[in-house]
C-alpha cells in the first residue's frame, strides 16, 4: 500500500496568515495516464470530508481561490494564501492512483 | 443539486447483521462509482472500497476485504454497504462519496451514518 505521511499534524495560524501543508507519498503518484491523483480534503468540525482540490493542482468547483494545490515526484503542499475563521478543520491528502486509496494522517488547522 | 443522502444512526449488538444505505440523487447514479470511508470516534478517514452500481465491479481494501460487502439497488439509485456480523471494533462513522474515476474527484459526499456497536 501507498503510505501518505501528513506534516505538520497541528497547524497553529494566524487570521490572514498563509499556510501550508504538506504530504509525502511512499511511492510516486504518477499514473499510466500522466495523471497524479493527488487530492485534498478539507473537513470540518462536524462536517463530512469536502473535496477542495483535485489531480493535484485542480481547485474543486466552488472552492476559494486561497486555496492552492502543488507538488513533484512524492512531494505535495496545499497552500492557504490567507487563513479565515472557516478555515479551522482537519485536512486530508489521499492518494487514488493506485489501489488500495489511502489517506494521509490529517492535519489539524487552528487558529492562534 | 447531485446529493448523496444516508439512512440514520444505528445501534447493534456484537453479533448482529446491519445493512446501511446511501441514496444518489441530481445524476445518473450507474454512470459513477461509489466510494465507502469509515471515521472512527475522533480519528482519521479510511477506505473500505469502492463499487459499482453499473455492472456491480468491486474494490475491496485489503483491510476490510470479506469483512463488509458493497451492493446496489439501480432502480432506487441507492448503495448499500452490509455486515453480516459486527464487531464494537466496527463503531464509527461510515460516509459514501461518489467517485469520477476519470477526473479522480470525489464529491458530493454523503453527510455519514453513525455506526454504534456494543454489547
Known amino acids: 500500500d501507498i503510505v501518505m505521511t501528513q506534516t505538520p499534524l497541528s497547524s497553529p495560524v494566524t487570521l490572514g496568515q498563509p499556510a501550508s501543508i504538506s504530504c509525502r507519498s511512499s511511492q510516486g503518484l504518477v499514473h499510466s495516464d500522466g495523471n497524479a ?14 473535496l477542495l482540490i483535485y489531480k493535484m493542482s485542480k481547485r474543486f468547483s466552488g472552492v476559494a481561490d486561497r486555496f492552492s494545490g502543488s507538488g513533484a515526484g512524492t512531494d505535495f503542499t ?35 | 443539486e447531485v446529493q448523496l443522502v444516508q439512512s440514520g444512526a444505528e445501534v447493534k449488538k456484537p453479533g448482529e447483521s446491519l445493512i446501511i444505505s446511501c441514496k444518489g440523487s441530481g445524476y ?26 453499473g455492472d456491480s465491479d468491486t474494490r475491496y481494501s485489503p483491510s476490510f476485504q470479506g469483512q463488509v460487502t458493497f451492493s446496489a439497488d439501480k432502480s432506487i ?36 451514518t453513525l455506526v454504534t456497536v456494543s454489547s
Open chain 2, 28 to 53: 445518473s447514479f450507474t454512470t459513477y462509482w461509489i466510494a465507502w470511508v469509515r471515521q472512527m470516534p475522533g480519528k482519521g478517514l479510511e477506505w473500505l472500497g469502492i463499487f459499482n452500481p
Open chain 1, 37 to 50: 491523483y493527488l487530492s485534498w480534503l478539507q473537513q470540518r468540525p462536524g462536517q463530512p470530508p469536502r
Open chain 1, 78 to 112: 496545499l497552500k492557504i494564501s490567507r487563513v479565515e475563521a472557516e478555515d479551522v478543520g482537519v485536512y486530508y491528502c489521499m492518494q487514488s492512483t493506485q489501489f488500495p486509496y489511502t489517506f494521509g494522517q490529517g492535519t489539524k488547522l487552528e487558529i492562534k
Open chain 2, 77 to 112: 439509485s441507492t448503495a448499500f454497504l452490509q455486515w453480516s456480523s459486527l464487531k464494537a471494533s466496527d463503531t464509527g462513522k461510515y460516509y459514501c462519496v461518489r467517485l469520477d474515476r476519470g477526473s479522480g474527484s470525489f464529491d458530493p459526499w454523503g453527510q455519514g
